[in-house]
């Protein structure tokens, strides 16, 4: 499985992103799919998961009520609709796949496979 994130850059405070994960793999419709995101001198945390079908989805606290995630699976593509952009929110993202389950993961060690990731920074 291989993923590509895109649509990350520079966006200043209160604006909006829209991050794309597009992945590889005949069965993309029953991973599960979450984004992370790891600023510098940070550990990588916990954002946005989603479950196989797109009806179960977890956020972290700190995104809740601003950040979207979503699925397309007939396209193989996960989103992150990020509004009210923070300068907190700078780092950088990655997309990972879980193909042992299609259930909604918030920890990293559940997932399988991970994208190369993609920059976000939010200027004040």
């Known amino acids: 499985v291989q993923l590509v994130e895109s649509g990350g850059g520079l966006v200043q405070a209160g604006g909006s992103l829209r991050l794309s994960c597009a992945a590889s793999g005949r069965t993309f419709g029953s991973y599960a799919m979450g984004w992370f995101r790891q600023a510098p001198g940070k550990e990588r945390e916990f954002v946005a998961g989603?479950?196989?079908?797109?009806?179960?989805?977890l956020y972290a606290d700190s995104v809740k009520g601003r950040f979207t995630i979503s699925r397309d699976n007939a396209k193989n593509t996960v989103y992150l609709q990020m509004n009210s952009l923070k300068p907190e929110d700078t780092a950088v993202y990655y997309c990972?796949?879980?193909?042992?389950?299609?259930?909604?993961?918030?920890?990293?060690?559940?997932?399988?496979?991970w994208g190369q990731g993609t920059q976000v920074t939010v200027s004040s």
């Open positions: 989603i479950s196989w079908s797109g009806g179960n989805t």
């Open positions: 990972a796949a879980s193909v042992t389950t299609g259930r909604v993961l918030t920890s990293g060690a559940g997932y399988d496979y």
